[in-house]
């Protein structure tokens, strides 16, 4: 019967074949592939499609489809359409308003190009018939067999194909039109459907539809499986969801609470336990009531817990027991540091009040002082003699507000700011807060630090500070805070007025001594493991590292020296006892003023630098630094030239003020000071402060470039064994200068017994340390002609000339 069949099919065929044209017009088609036995409507716009078509329709209706090879091509070359594709037949053609045709073809047969024709209007091709053989045989009834399975699988898995579409295949007999009716309903790319109609043999197109079959149902069956998971996923959350909506209302119904739960009982006990003021104790049940009946999956359950554990850890009632013996106080103090009297005795003060009224308001005092003369080992040793809990904020670049007030809790990774952070850590009410470097702090477009910080460090406010993420005021009036700076000014003054300033002067040389033989050099023996090696540095080795290795105020320099110094001792003593072959503690090492020399090299600073020779036109001042006080050196010259003052050496604009008033007083008083009244005309005036890489401004060096110009102007030379600070005015009077301890403490390093310093500073004297004063003559002064006959012992007369002057011309007024 198959034979029978397949003969009377070729005639059909071949007589189809035989009607069908050599010559066809060739139509592209975009994003889909017409295959054989395919009835499907095509839209036509672009105008030689149009083209194709109405010469199709004209002549026998036939048209060969083929497809593009990328649809985004609008205008196709013949090498952009694939050489396999379909010959169709036109049964209906339908011209649409908006100029498109609508025509409904039937694929017909297999073909392929063999050669474009030179038409222009569109696409025309040589056409050569596939007729692909049927063979008979097993091989093709399996491919038949597996390939029908696998399209009926595919079917029913797919969720794009109607399942309508395994009866019409069933009814399908012929193996051709079985093969192209399941390639044309795979769900698949223009490429892999081409590749279908690019085989030429019956057996090669049912391998090709297999292996795509195949694939697509591996792929369709993990897509169920994700599928499958994701809906078992959302069924198990709903379920988990309605259960607990469930739970609640029953233990509403049964008046049950948050026992049932052990996370939520155990939350409830620490907010009852941690004895809380009322009004914040009902904030927290009240969040608390919040968290229960929020859905643990919801990101607002996060936000609720984290804001609970947060009140719950902040210290509410626990403090710690002050240690009030007042001897204790004094002895930790003097362990901890040798020295600072002026803290010392405040603190001292603070115990005897605590000792009598049991409790006073939370104190704040203000360390201000250079680099390295211990402020921040003050604060910890106060905590320790206390016996308080110890915190440090650094507040160093802090320039965001909400670093000390803390995130409002809606934003994402919000948190309580620095002070809250700091009484976490504190574990107490009564802690001792350090807030270091507290003008260091700045400020930009995110708010001010230090405004938010009048609020914490005000005794009339803090026992109700509120933190933006707690949102409730907390009690900071028992804590004590101590701030620390190196520099006054850099604090706002409604900061400083809410502070007790405390001034921590720079250390002397005795102070340094006993200080490296107490304190650091124990440390560093210990440090470098050579405490029981019998070494030795006596008193004129720790002075000569001092005098020669360090120029300071405070003793972090010292230290790193002294430092250097164990290092080379213990460098010596590991060598000694490798070359002997045995430890050894009867070996001692003596590090005398030579040996120091040999372990830290040349020093950098020689103990009498200032150079003492009277020159003219060189004075020296006395100014302030951040590191303490320093020697300035003013040197002036007088050329000739236009009139001129030059400044050179890095001043500030109220230096160089300072030195134009000066000029002008001089030029004013000539006759008096007996100095040629034209001595400024056709010359020109250069003051220099050396060391010119290193800024300098500020007034209180006035007195001293009046004194340089008055010497190269009478040329006559100053003494140099004399410091002088004050600023000056236009009519020769000093002004008060700030810094004075610290100026003074220069002139005694740098063996200058002589002081000039403004009257008005003669009432600071007295907080001076006589430690300081010692050995120094210091001479106040209230109007610069005072000052000349120290600084010119030669004008001396002059000076008398000029006072009777002074009293003749006031009683004639």
């Known amino acids: 019967m198959s034979d029978k069949s397949e003969i009377t099919k070729v005639p059909k065929e071949n007589n189809l074949v035989d009607e069908i044209p050599g010559v066809l017009p060739i139509l592209p088609l975009r994003d889909i592939v017409i295959f054989p036995y395919m009835i499907f409507p095509v839209l036509v716009g672009r105008e030689q499609s149009i083209n194709a078509a109405n010469f ?32 169709a037949k036109i049964v209906q053609i339908l011209k649409l308003p908006n100029g498109l045709l609508k025509i409904l073809v039937d694929g017909l047969l297999q073909a392929r190009i063999v050669e474009f024709t030179n038409r222009k209007e569109f696409f025309e091709a040589k056409i050569e018939v596939i007729i692909p053989e049927t063979p008979n045989d097993h091989e093709t009834n399996a491919l038949v067999r597996q390939m029908s399975q696998l399209f009926k699988d595919y079917v029913k898995i797919s969720r794009n194909v109607p399942n309508e579409t395994i009866a019409a295949f069933d009814n399908i007999e012929e193996p051709d039109r079985k093969v192209f009716y399941a390639a044309a309903n795979i769900n698949q790319s223009i490429e892999v459907k081409q590749a279908i109609l690019s085989k030429y043999l019956l057996k090669e197109q049912y391998y090709e539809v297999i292996k795509v079959l195949n694939s697509e149902i591996d792929i369709l069956k993990i897509e169920k499986e994700i599928d499958n998971k994701v809906q078992e996923n959302i069924a198990k959350t709903q379920r988990k969801f309605i259960i607990q909506e469930q739970i609640k209302i029953l233990q509403d119904e049964l008046g049950e609470d948050e026992d049932s739960s052990p996370e939520f009982a155990k939350i409830r006990e620490k907010i009852i336990q941690c004895k809380m003021p009322k009004d914040v104790e009902t904030k927290a049940l009240e969040e608390f009531n919040k968290l229960r009946k929020t859905p643990p999956m919801s990101p607002e359950s996060t936000v609720i817990r984290n804001y609970l554990d947060w009140l719950v850890d902040i210290p509410w009632s626990n403090r710690t027991k002050d240690n009030l013996n007042i001897k204790h106080v004094q002895k930790i103090l003097d362990e901890d540091h040798f020295g600072l009297e002026k803290p010392k005795e405040r603190i001292i003060e603070h115990i005897a009040v605590l000792n009598l009224v049991q409790h006073m308001k939370g104190q704040i005092l203000c360390f201000v002082g250079p680099p390295g003369v211990g402020k921040t080992s003050l604060g910890k040793s106060i905590a320790r003699a206390l016996g308080r809990n110890f915190v440090r904020i650094s507040l160093g670049g802090v320039r965001d507000e909400a670093e000390i007030r803390g995130h409002r809790k809606t934003y994402i990774g919000s948190m309580p700011g620095k002070i809250i952070q700091s009484m976490k850590k504190a574990g107490s009410i009564n802690p001792v807060i350090l807030l270091d470097e507290i003008d260091k702090m700045s400020m930009d477009f995110r708010g001010d630090p230090s405004s938010a910080m009048l609020e914490v460090l005000d005794p009339e406010q803090n026992n109700a500070f509120n933190d933006h993420y707690v949102e409730v005021d907390y009690d900071l009036s028992q804590v004590m805070f101590i701030t620390t700076a190196n520099v006054r000014y850099n604090i706002p003054l409604p900061l400083q007025d809410r502070m007790e300033i405390i001034e921590l002067p720079g250390y002397l040389e005795y102070d340094k001594l006993e200080i490296a033989k107490r304190h650091i050099l124990p440390k560093q023996l210990i440090a470098h493991g050579i405490e029981n090696k019998n070494v030795t540095i006596p008193d004129d080795s720790i002075k000569k590292v001092i005098t020669e290795y360090t120029r300071e105020a405070g003793v972090r320099n010292l230290e790193r020296e002294l430092a250097t110094v164990c290092r080379k001792i213990a460098r010596d003593i590991v060598l000694k006892e490798s070359n002997n072959g045995k430890k050894t503690k009867s070996n001692k ?16 600073f020689r103990s009498h630098r200032h150079n003492k020779m009277n020159k003219i036109g060189s004075v020296t001042g006395l100014a302030w630094t951040s590191v303490g006080g320093e020697i300035l050196s003013v040197d002036v010259t007088m050329m000739n030239g236009g009139g001129k003052l030059t400044l050179t050496g890095q001043l500030g604009n109220v230096m160089k003020e300072s030195a134009h008033a000066g000029l002008s007083y001089l030029r004013s008083k000539a006759k008096q000071l007996g100095l040629n009244p034209d001595f400024f005309k056709g010359k020109e005036i250069h003051i220099h402060l050396p060391e010119g890489a290193i800024p300098k401004d500020g007034p209180s060096a006035g007195i001293t470039m009046a004194m340089a110009m008055l010497s190269v102007i009478s040329g006559k030379p100053a003494s ?24 003074l403490l220069a002139a005694k390093r740098n063996d200058i017994k002589t002081i000039l310093i403004p009257k008005d500073n003669e009432i600071d004297l007295k907080e001076i340390p006589e430690k300081v004063k010692e050995g120094l003559k210091i001479i106040p002064i209230a109007k610069l002609e005072e000052a000349i006959p120290y600084v010119f012992p030669d004008m001396k007369t002059k000076k008398t000339v000029v006072v009777k002057k002074s009293v003749k011309q006031k009683k004639k007024k």
């Open 589 to 604: 090492f003596f590090i005398d003023e030579l040996k120091i020399e040999d372990y830290l090299k040349t020093p950098r």
């Open 720 to 743: 140099n064994n004399i410091a002088m600070t004050g600023e000056i005015t236009l009519t020769g009077s000093l002004l008060a200068i700030g810094g004075l301890n610290e100026k």
């Open 56 to 87: 199709a329709v004209d002549n026998t209706k036939y048209i060969f489809l083929s497809t593009q090879k990328k649809s985004s091509i609008e205008d196709p070359s013949s090498a952009d359409i694939y050489p396999e594709g379909t010959i």
